[in-house]
């Protein structure tokens, strides 16, 4: 039932393409098939891999350091309150930079470089993290923090069993939302200081107005982000809520 | 001076104990002046009226309240084993990983007979989600006992039980402090319960807390009769009267 929902879903777009392609001209939005063309093209060629290679190695150096140290961060200021109003007003400051002021400074300072890339994309998704975090370690549960002080448990043990099991919502939460935010944003930084990777391509083809390429790139990263989010994410978050009574 | 090697012997002197009020500023006095000592091995029961500061206590004695006049001394190194109120288990773990997590010395044949005891064998692989209070509850008397505690506390650990399996859990308790004796402090407002598990009642007066009485029990633990049980609770209530 709900494969057959999703079937009818996708057909429904693909057909709403077909008929907008025909109101509004192939030049502008060519037909599914034509970017079909176009995409085993660039992947007979070698290209398509190179680029989403590329882009997604950007993407998981930045979604990496931008987690563990959101995590880091968010971890602290939610459980002291001193570093929670010191580190308060730099936060708010990096939640309201545009993503487009970081990234150009980072390329200012650091040169055209992937550091300068992956860096300026961390910062951009390292705020949101924290924030979540925060919140997520502002709920924990102080019975079971009061449980594992009286047993002793060694913080290690505390941090592993007690601590991130109550953050694991809160990770997968701000790990989605993540994903989507850094891979939109690693395109941005490709197409302003990077030769190569998808975001890079597209620059390409706007220059060229080669629609259709635009959307073979769009097209092929988009899946390669859903399979991830089919095949990892989904996966982990059903392991950390397996303990959780389904509803029946 | 406690001798050398006096290991489980607990002392506690209570100045007072107060919060600070949420509201106008001024402080909740909870606690009294207040001391009571428990020789190794002891069973003592601190009842009182609810309310009257018992859990407060309690967080003192395990070292979770700092902020009070007065001093608790406990043997250096001592392992607590403790019972709250709820059962205070890890809920993504099994009944079994959130023992073993916290006692992680105990035998495979040490937790044998204690899930047999408290019957929960066949609760080992469950989570505590799929857990009735009362075995949840279980669950947590057989983490404390795990891990060979010097000193037991529990604070209320069979309220809102049926009274038929508080019974039997009363029973389950008894047998595990008889086959491994431990100093052991029980808060409870039940004095029934106090008598049948203790060999000391301390009795607390209404808050701020401080002790009434402190009833020595003569044969405790041993299977009585309804009517003896109720003479010795009359005998306790009436300190509680002629405090008043």
């Known amino acids: 039932m709900k494969s057959l929902l999703h079937l009818g879903s996708i057909l429904l777009l693909l057909l709403t393409w077909i008929i907008g392609s025909h109101v509004i001209g192939a030049r502008l939005l060519p037909e599914p098939s034509a970017v079909a063309l176009a995409l085993v093209d660039e992947a007979r060629s070698g290209a398509l891999m190179f680029n989403l290679s590329a882009t997604l190695l950007r993407v998981f150096a930045a979604f990496a350091i931008a987690m563990v140290l959101g995590t880091v961060i968010g971890l602290l200021m939610g459980r002291n309150a001193i570093f929670d109003w010191l580190a308060d007003p730099w936060l708010i400051v990096l939640l309201n930079l545009p993503a487009l002021v970081i990234i150009v400074l980072a390329y200012i300072w650091a040169g055209l470089t992937d550091t300068a890339a992956i860096a300026a994309v961390a910062l951009n998704k390292l705020p949101v993290t924290i924030v979540t975090i925060r919140e997520g370690a502002r709920a924990l549960d102080p019975t079971l923090d009061e449980m594992a002080t009286v047993y002793r448990m060694n913080s290690a043990a505390r941090l592993l069993y007690v601590i991130l099991p109550q953050l694991a919502p809160y990770l997968v939460a701000t790990a989605r939302a993540g994903l989507s935010l850094v891979w939109k944003i690693v395109l941005i930084v490709e197409m302003l200081g990077r030769p190569n990777g998808v975001g890079f391509e597209i620059g390409a083809a706007f220059q060229l107005f080669d629609v259709t390429r635009i959307l073979a790139y769009a097209l092929a990263f988009t899946v390669v982000m859903l399979a991830i989010e089919a095949l990892l994410v989904q996966p982990l978050e059903r392991h950390v809520s397996r303990w959780r009574l389904r509803p029946a | ?244």
């Open chain 2, 1 to 244: 001076m406690s001798p050398a090697g006096a290991s489980g012997r607990l002392e506690l002197h209570i100045k007072q104990k107060s919060y600070r009020a949420v509201a106008g500023g001024g402080r909740l006095h909870v606690l009294g002046e207040l001391s009571i000592a428990l020789d190794k091995g002891q069973v003592a029961a601190l009842v009182g009226p609810s309310g009257c500061g018992k859990t407060t206590l309690l967080r003192i004695v395990t070292g979770l309240d700092h902020d009070f006049e007065g001093t608790v001394s406990l043997p250096v190194n001592c392992k607590l084993g403790v019972v709250f109120q709820e059962p205070r288990l890890l809920p993504w773990r099994t009944v079994e990983e959130n023992i073993r997590l916290i006692a992680p010395q105990a035998s495979a044949q040490s937790l044998e007979t204690l899930f047999a005891t408290l019957g929960l064998a066949e609760h080992r692989q469950h989570y505590p989600g799929a857990l009735s209070l009362g075995q949840a509850r279980r669950v947590a008397l057989a983490r404390a006992f795990a891990v060979e505690p010097d000193f037991l506390i529990l604070d209320e650990p069979f309220v809102s039980l049926d009274a038929a399996l508080a019974d039997r859990l009363r029973g389950e308790l008894s047998e595990l402090v008889f086959r491994r004796p431990v100093t052991t402090l029980i808060v409870t407002h039940n004095i029934e319960e106090a008598i049948g598990l203790a060999d000391r009642v301390f009795l607390l007066s209404s808050s701020p807390a401080h002790v009434l009485a402190d009833v020595p029990i003569e044969h405790p633990r041993k299977p009585r009769s309804a009517d003896e049980i109720a003479v010795m609770a009359n005998k306790i209530r009436g300190f509680a009267d002629s405090a008043h």
